[in-house]
């Protein structure tokens, strides 16, 4: 904007430099916000360049091979140990459930039974609980020592104490007893009871 614009459109010389003085103001304001606001990213970006000249500078000297290598290594022991973490959870699972399942079946012992059993198979199976149930079923047909029977005793034999009704045998006490099952035994009778 020009002097000579202003008087072209009606406005006196005085009234031009009015309007100078009023642009000039409204320029100088628009050029101090500008300016701070600027100069705040500039100083921001001036503190990030200073920290990663700083942070270059710890780098001085280091062997960035050296420190790959290291990376690798940390990384390889990290898979290597969450390997081994995952075999040992699986391992624990799995002897969890093959002990449950052994005590379920009636086992006497969960190791004698576990020993009789190809437990690396059961540990590869796809089906875990239905093979190590199967395996076990196996077992316990080929060595049911091994296992609770729930079978009823067949002829058990209790102690009758009737009082000797039907037996013929009324012994009253213990020492009669006694002398009783040593005659039965064909053993002679004990010292005191010789004289009678």
Known sequence: MKTEELTEIGLTEEQAQKVFALNGKDITAAKEATKNELQATIDDLNGQLSTTKEAIKKFDGVDLDSLNKQIQDLNTQIATQDKEY??????????????????AAGGRNSKAVSAL??????????NQK??????????KKD????????????????????GGAGSGNSFTTDSEKVEAARKVMGLSPTKENKGE
Do not use: C, H
């Open 130 to 139: 239905e093979d190590i149930k199967t395996a076990i079923d196996a077992l």
């Open 143 to 162: 060595n049911d020592y091994l296992f609770e029977s729930k079978e009823p005793i067949k002829n058990p034999v209790l102690p009758t104490n009737d």
């Open 117 to 126: 059993l190809d437990i690396e198979t059961l540990k590869g199976s796809k």
């Open 86 to 103: 995952q075999q040992k959870l699986a391992d624990r699972d799995f002897n969890t459930l093959l002990s449950e399942t052994i005590n």
